[in-house]
Structures are given as structure tokens and as C-alpha cells.
């Protein structure tokens, strides 16, 4: 496991401080908010450790409020509903007196089903054959700075053009293989943690690749809104999965967009969609968070 890797499992080991009350922190990586990724993992492990029986096999959140990366951040977890085969739990993560997240997740026990079917994964190059995503920026070095330097958790492989390139396709998708930088416990909620956390690493590229903005532009403003995932079948998040994006609209001031990760054997593991706000505003304009 690297060095980035172990740090990330042990962020996503939350401190329980009472029942149903865990306390989790953030990197400290100048950062002016916090990951949402972080956030929605955290909440997930939050969950499931108030779970005895079954698997994540779907979650809905929504980013209220920009998380502050210098305070902990206190998660609250609603036990609503232990069923025989669904279990349900709502989180509220909380900073400052105020909710920053919310999600809702539900959990599942194993069952065998004689219907079945599944998009086909596409058919992309092997992740071995492609540059590391530190090759791939080796260009971008003094741009991106300190960024370029930080080791990172998530192996990533581009498949075409970075979706910042200027030659990059005006389409809006997007396509890379990843995983976890190392090898992981076998514990299946922390291969969702992992996952659900990667997840939010692309979708918002994807909104944007169409049009002639970055996220470093002074007039843009842009951040998730909600996110949603559905968890079909088993999977390592420390083996190479296909990220597969599109995004099918962008209108006011709001971009959709679409995730499947496939496993290297082509089996569809997760689905998920996101909308993200994508808002231009005048420089002299003071940027308004979401939730105001």
C-alpha cells in the first residue's frame, strides 16, 4: 500500500465519540474546502458502521455547504429502518453548528436473482499500456505546483486527451481506468468507501469539457450539488476499474453527468450520476456557496 493509500484508509477510519456519532478530519493540504469525496465517504463508513447485516448497494447525497478543512467534521447517523433484506441510513455531516452533507444510504442482503442484464463495457486499451497520470502532467509541472508534487491514493490512467488539454475533445465524455494506489483489507464497505470517494474525482470534468472553461478561471465557480451511486455487484476498488463518463446536459447554471466503473472482466459494478453547478460570474462579483 503507498504511502497516500494507507493515509486515505486511515481517513476513512472515523472515531465513533458517542452511539451513532463518529468524528472524522481532513488532509492537511492548504485545501479551501474540503473534498466532497472525502465527505461522501466518510458519511458511507459512518453508515455502515452502524450496519449488521448486508452491503451499500446505493446512496443519495447533497452538498450543502463547503466544509471547512481545519475543523473535524461530525457525522450523525440515523438508524430509520433495520428490514430483513434492506437497512436504511440517513447521515448528516456537521461543521461550525451547520449540516455541510447529507446522504441517505441503503444497504441490502445478498440475494440470487435469475434476471439479469448490463451495459457492455466499451472497448478501451488496457490500463497497463497507458501513461500514469503523473506522466500525463509532467507538462502542466509549474501549473498545477504543489498539486503535481502531493502523492495521490488513486492510481489513474487517461484513455485520449486530459479532459483539461487544450486538445481535448469537445465532446462531453470522458474515459480512464482506476484504483486504489496499493492493496486494500478485504472488507467490502471499505472498497465502497474507496470507490464512492474516486467517484468524485472526474464527473465534473466531464460537465465541463465542452466548453472553454477551467476550474482555475477567476469568473467560474463551480461545485458538486448532489451524487448518487448504485453498487450492482462485487468488486476490489484495488484493481483497475473503468470509469466510463458522459454528460447529457448543461442549462442553467447546472451540469448533469453519468459514471459506470466496469471491472477489467466487463462486469458493470457501479452506476452513478451527479450535477454539479457550473456558474460565471463577474470578478468583482463575491462567489455564493450552494445552500445560500
Not at 2 to 21: G, Q, R, T
Not at 112 to 135: A, I, R, W, Y
Not at 190 to 210: E, G, K, N, Q
Not at 274 to 292: F, I, K, S
Request: aromatic content about 10%.
Amino acid at each position: 500500500m503507498s504511502v497516500a493509500l494507507d493515509f486515505l484508509v486511515k481517513l476513512l477510519d472515523i472515531e465513533p465519540i458517542e452511539v451513532n456519532i463518529f468524528r472524522g478530519v481532513s488532509p492537511d493540504e492548504h485545501r479551501q474546502r474540503v473534498f466532497g469525496g472525502q465527505v461522501a465517504a466518510q458519511s458511507l463508513m459512518a453508515a455502515g458502521r452502524t450496519v449488521e447485516r448486508g452491503s451499500v448497494h446505493s446512496l443519495h447525497a447533497y452538498f450543502l455547504r463547503p466544509g471547512d478543512p481545519n475543523v473535524p467534521i461530525l457525522y450523525e447517523v440515523d438508524r430509520i429502518r433495520d428490514g430483513r433484506s434492506f437497512t436504511t441510513r440517513r447521515v448528516v455531516a456537521i461543521q461550525h453548528g451547520h449540516a455541510i452533507f447529507n446522504m441517505a444510504a441503503s444497504f441490502h442482503v445478498d440475494e440470487d436473482g435469475p434476471l439479469e442484464h448490463q451495459f457492455s463495457m466499451p472497448e478501451v486499451p488496457s490500463p497497463d499500456t497507458l501513461p500514469t497520470l503523473h506522466e500525463r502532467l509532467e507538462p502542466y509541472r509549474d501549473r498545477l505546483s504543489e498539486w503535481f508534487s502531493r502523492p495521490h491514493p488513486i492510481d489513474q490512467r487517461h484513455i485520449g486527451e486530459l479532459p483539461w488539454s487544450d486538445e481535448r475533445s469537445a465532446d462531453p465524455v470522458q474515459r480512464l481506468w482506476i484504483k486504489a494506489d496499493g492493496t486494500l483489507p478485504d472488507d467490502p464497505l471499505l472498497h465502497a468507501c474507496i470507490a464512492t470517494y474516486a467517484s468524485d474525482m472526474s464527473l465534473f470534468d466531464t460537465m465541463l469539457a465542452p466548453h472553454d472553461i477551467r476550474w482555475d478561471d477567476a469568473d467560474f465557480m463551480g461545485a458538486s450539488l448532489d451524487h448518487c451511486m448504485w453498487f450492482h455487484r462485487p468488486f476490489r476498488a484495488d484493481e483497475w476499474l473503468l470509469y466510463d463518463m458522459d454528460s447529457p446536459s448543461a442549462y442553467g447554471a447546472r451540469g448533469l453527468a453519468r459514471g459506470f466503473l466496469y471491472t477489467q472482466s466487463g462486469k458493470l459494478a457501479v452506476s452513478m450520476v451527479q450535477e454539479g453547478l457550473m456558474r460565471l460570474v463577474p470578478r468583482a462579483t463575491a462567489p455564493v456557496t450552494p445552500g445560500t
